[in-house]
């Protein structure tokens, strides 16, 4: 159907077959796989940025399908207006749609004189996304743009702490071993967490979310000794100390 809409206004259009092997979060592997190959179709055309239609309703449902999981900061500030493509650091991923409600860009479809993409799997209720549309849409006690305003606002609170984070960075020094830091006195929680979350990216790890992190710092505070990722931090004096674990050998 697009790629008909794009011939005849003489738009250049890619189509991409992709195949899923069957097994579980199919809608999350999809996701994956549709930026996967965007992705690398953009660096191959030599392009900056992937632009997506999400928009506010895509927000609201998002921001709910968080607070069901208990999401910090970082996961309530929702989709961003301008982020990464996942798996691709150097190509920027925009959304210029989310202050707009699906309702209002069908009308735009509609005004066009074409017809608006019927995806079934959009009223399939074994995904979770669909139980939590169909939520929203069944009663007025939600208002959509009002998650969306409050999107922005958390994701503004979100950069002050990356902000905030920019500054602790500089106390952390690194050594032939790995990296030291001498966390100040009172510093919150979620603070020293992204510091520790940056010391592991450091290493070229994924660092891990969650309760793992959060048990990580409390044994740092403690005085302790924990490993995490790969990575042994030190706390049993000032500064903390972290180097990685060494290789297993299992020929032996």
Sequence with gaps: MVAAHCAARGIPHHTFALALARGSAVQERARAARYAVLGQWCHEQGLVALITAHHADDQAETM????????????????????????????????????WRRADLLAVVEAAGLTAADDPSNRDSTFERVRIRAALSSSDAFITNGFADSARHLAQADGALEWAV????????????GFTWNPPPGLPQ?????????????FGRCFPRGPSLVRWLATLQEGG??????????????PW???RTPERNDKG
């Design 64 to 99: 709910i399908m968080r607070l069901n999981r208990g999401a910090g900061l970082r996961g309530l500030a929702g989709m961003r207006s301008r982020a990464k493509v996942p798996g691709c650091a150097d190509l920027s991923l925009l959304r210029p749609l989310l202050d």
């Design 225 to 238: 000794v924990a490993t995490l990722g790969g990575i042994k931090g030190d706390g049993r004096r000032t």
């Design 190 to 202: 979620v603070i020293a967490m992204r510091v520790l979350e940056r010391i592991l990216a450091a």
């Design 241 to 243: 100390r972290f180097t």
């Design 166 to 177: 920019d500054n602790i960075w500089q106390d952390v020094q690194q050594t032939a071993e």
